[in-house]
């Protein structure tokens, strides 16, 4: 089944670390996202990438970092820069061929700092 | 001022009812628009693209005036299984990929 696998589902940091979540994708889509969502409040664009080796920053970059080595894959770092980490985290891809704007979403990360 | 804005909720109805949330935003220039579907702690999906003139499915309308920057959407008939949070999406780019804004989202409880 194609989809969007997101790892891992649930993770736990000390402050101060950094923290890498997975994203991987095998719809053969150009198109990923990462958001940020957090209690009662919408989905917030962190960064995207339109084609491999290329990325654009969302509304809130700080603190976060990606790359797009391949197709397939768009990983999120949180870094120590992040002033407040814990949210929900959520990785997208939509369709090559024009955005129709259907977003495929993973089941999401969930990041607790402690 | 948020660029989409939506309906506070919860919403709390009777199976049956009829309920409809209303969104609207900021920048006139934005190209298309959507409603999205949440479950609790699981990921959105789309539910359905709104059109100028207005489309149905099923038991859901989705209506736009772009005059007025303003979304809505009609649920019919309420079922128990429609409890979930409905978010209002625009998207601001032309283009591959498109740049999503998402509204905080209205949630609905659907009670027997």
């Known amino acids: 089944d194609g989809g969007i696998t997101q790892s891992p589902k649930y993770l736990f940091r000390k402050e101060g670390q950094n923290v890498t979540l997975s994203c991987e994708q095998n719809?053969?889509?150009?198109?990923m996202y990462w958001y940020r969502q957090d209690p009662g409040q919408g989905l917030r664009l962190i960064y995207y990438?339109?084609?491999?080796?290329?990325?654009q920053k969302g509304d809130i970059a700080e603190g976060y970092s990606v790359s797009r080595e391949k197709k397939e894959s768009f990983p999120l770092t949180v870094t120590s820069a992040q002033k407040n980490p814990t949210a929900f985290y959520l990785c997208?891809?939509?369709?090559?061929?024009?955005?129709?704007?259907?977003?495929?979403f993973g089941e999401g990360s969930r990041l607790t700092v402690l | 001022r948020k660029e989409v804005e939506q309906d506070p909720g919860p919403f709390n109805v009777p199976e049956g009812a009829t309920v409809a949330f209303n969104c609207t935003y900021s920048?006139?220039?934005?190209?298309?628009f959507f409603w999205y579907r949440q479950d609790c702690r699981k990921e959105p999906k789309l539910l359905m693209s709104?059109?100028?003139s207005g489309n149905e499915d099923g038991r859901f309308t989705a209506q736009l005036n772009r005059a007025s920057q303003y979304i809505s959407l009609l649920i019919r008939d309420s079922k128990l299984s429609d409890s979930a949070t409905y978010l209002c999406?625009?998207?601001?780019?032309?283009?591959?990929?498109?740049?999503?804004?998402f509204g905080q989202g209205t949630e609905l409880s659907v009670k027997p």
């Open positions: 990438s339109q084609i491999v080796n290329d990325f």
């Open positions: 920048n006139s220039a934005s190209q298309s």
């Open positions: 999406v625009v998207n601001e780019q032309r283009g591959q990929g498109g740049k999503l804004i």
């Open positions: 719809l053969n889509h150009d198109a």
């Open positions: 997208a891809s939509s369709n090559p061929g024009g955005f129709t704007g259907e977003l495929f």
């Open positions: 709104v059109y100028s």
